[in-house]
C-alpha cells in the first residue's frame, strides 16, 4: 500500500520561508508522480505543482511564480516543495498526492487524478 509521510509545516512570520517534505512509500516501480495542493479555509483545494519521479517532468500553476519550486531527492526518496516570500494568503493545510504514471499537463490539477493523499501539514503565516 502506498503511503505519503508529510513534514515541514508550521508558523512562519511574513517574508519568510518553509520547505515541505513529502515521502512516497510502498510504490512497487520508479514510475509515479507526485503533486502538492493547498487548501485555505473555506476555499477548493487547489493544486501547486507536479514532478515525475524522476523529475524531468514538472509543472505549476500560474499563481506560483517563482515563489514555490518543486524538487525531488532521489537518494532520500523525498519530493520538497520550497515556498519563499511567505504571505498571510499562503495560510493553508498542505498536502502531497501521488499517482502511477506521469503528471498529465492539462489534467494534474484535477484531485480525482491524484490516487493517494498524505494527512495534510498546516502552514500558518503571521502578519
Known amino acids: 500500500e502506498v503511503q505519503l509521510v508529510e513534514s515541514g509545516g508550521g508558523l512562519v512570520q511574513a517574508g519568510g520561508s518553509l520547505r515541505l517534505s513529502c515521502a512516497p512509500f510502498?510504490?512497487?516501480?520508479?514510475?509515479?508522480?507526485i503533486a502538492w495542493f493547498r487548501q485555505a479555509p473555506g476555499e477548493e483545494r487547489e493544486g501547486i505543482s507536479c514532478?515525475?519521479?524522476?523529475?524531468?517532468?514538472?509543472y505549476s500553476a500560474d499563481f506560483v511564480k517563482g515563489r514555490f519550486t518543486i524538487s525531488t531527492d532521489k537518494v532520500n526518496n523525498t519530493v520538497y516543495l520550497q515556498i519563499n516570500s511567505l504571505t498571510p494568503e499562503d495560510t493553508a493545510v498542505y498536502y502531497c498526492a501521488a499517482r502511477v504514471g506521469p503528471p498529465i499537463l492539462k489534467l494534474w490539477k484535477l484531485r480525482t487524478l491524484w490516487d493517494y493523499w498524505g494527512q495534510g501539514t498546516q502552514v500558518t503565516i503571521s502578519s
Open positions: 510502498g510504490f512497487t516501480n520508479d514510475n509515479y508522480a
Open positions: 514532478i515525475s519521479s524522476n523529475g524531468r517532468l514538472t
